[in-house]
């Protein structure tokens, strides 16, 4: 007999509720869910698990808890009579394991996993890097269906997706006449493409930040369909509009324009300063609150707009703000300065 075989006699899928309702449970499991359903033809019912280790005949147990399952673990069992189990432990190898079950295991003899089984992952994090389709220059192309494309990205064993692209085709950046590199911001976009904070209230239209974090939110919503884990690819500290440093000249920090692209310099804020590390906890507090299922923050210094001051590997060289560097100071002082920044 095969697991095919056996599947085909499952006649309930039950999903452990796990929680004190059933709103509480993890998106994913309705995903595969119902991805057993249109296979096996079964029902789908909610509600606690007394002992999915001893299901009744043609009942299949998704688990929520984790507990005995080792990291990096898929636990099945499956019997001819149609009943078994699967916990993973995380989460999101609920969907790759589901969909690699029926596809590429379907006509495995069932001894395999007959009595339980325990089968390792080779790797905890996988996730894509630069997502060129979903989130950047790609991202605008006609008729991308970001549903499937994000289903494609959980199928092939990707655990974690950036979500953090721009709802427009173009940034807010303005520039010289022929110059092309406020096309630059399109890439990893800052925080500040999302939220504000107190110091950098206005600086953006209101419009513009809504729009874009409505498109970050229903990209994290994907990501929770397939069991994803969302999280942030930007590029930091990024130049921010000189309207800003109209305001506080104080604040100016490095210019990490490139020079032999841009026709006008480009300055970020001195993070050295602790008005400007307020206004990066600030904005990262407010994407938290409006989307606590991120799971990571990846930064990309100098590069496109993005930089740190006094390093010498900037585009422009060596510079930045008074208040992180004197001009008495040695080249000692300076690097040891500028790597504690």
């Known amino acids: 007999m095969t697991i095919g ?17 059933e709103e509480a449970l993890p998106q994913v499991f309705r995903t595969v869910a119902d991805e057993l359903a249109q296979a096996t033809g079964a029902s789908i019912t909610v509600g606690p ?3 999915p280790t001893r299901p009744e005949p043609g009942v299949f147990h998704l688990l929520q808890g984790q507990q ?9 069992g499956l019997e001819e009579d149609g009943s078994g189990y699967l916990a993973v432990n995380p989460l999101r190898l609920l969907f790759p394991f589901v969909t690699h079950l029926l596809r590429d295991r379907i006509d495995d003899d069932l001894s395999g996993v007959a009595g339980g089984v325990e089968l390792g992952t080779t790797f905890s994090w996988q996730r894509s890097t630069f997502d060129f389709f979903l989130t950047q220059e790609g991202r605008i192309q006609k008729g991308l269906d970001r549903d499937a494309y994000v ?3 959980a199928e092939s064993g990707f655990t974690h997706m950036e979500v953090n692209g721009l709802a427009f085709r173009e940034p807010i950046e303005t520039g010289p006449p022929e ?20 110091l950098g209230a206005g600086l953006y239209p209101r419009d513009y930040l809504t729009a874009n974090l409505e ?16 999280g942030l690819l930007c590029f930091e500290p990024r130049s ?7 305001r506080y000249p104080m604040l100016r920090g490095a210019r990490v324009d490139h020079p032999f692209r841009s026709f006008k310099p480009r300055y970020n804020m001195t993070i050295a300063h602790p008005l400007v590390r307020d206004h990066y906890g600030q904005m990262l507090a407010k994407l938290m609150d409006e989307v606590p299922e991120l799971g990571f923050l990846s930064i990309w210094t100098n590069d496109s707009g993005a930089g740190f001051e006094h390093t010498q ?8 703000g008074a208040y992180l560097i004197r001009e008495w100071k040695n080249e000692e002082e300076i690097a040891d300065a500028a790597g504690g920044n």
């Open 215 to 230: 498109f970050l939110k229903k990209n994290a919503e994907l990501a929770r369909k397939y069991g994803l884990i969302p």
């Open 5 to 21: 075989d056996a599947l085909a006699r499952v006649t309930s899928i039950r999903v452990e509720m796990g929680g004190s309702s």
């Open 313 to 320: 590997s900037l585009y422009v060289g060596r510079n930045g």
């Open 240 to 246: 921010v509009p000189e309207e800003f440093f109209k």
């Open 68 to 76: 005995g399952v080792m990291p990096d673990t898929v636990r099945m």
């Open 49 to 51: 698990v007394s002992d």
């Open 151 to 153: 289903r494609r990205l």
């Open 179 to 198: 110059e092309t590199y406020p096309m630059f911001y399109t890439y990893c976009p800052a925080l500040d493409q999302f939220v504000e904070s107190d």
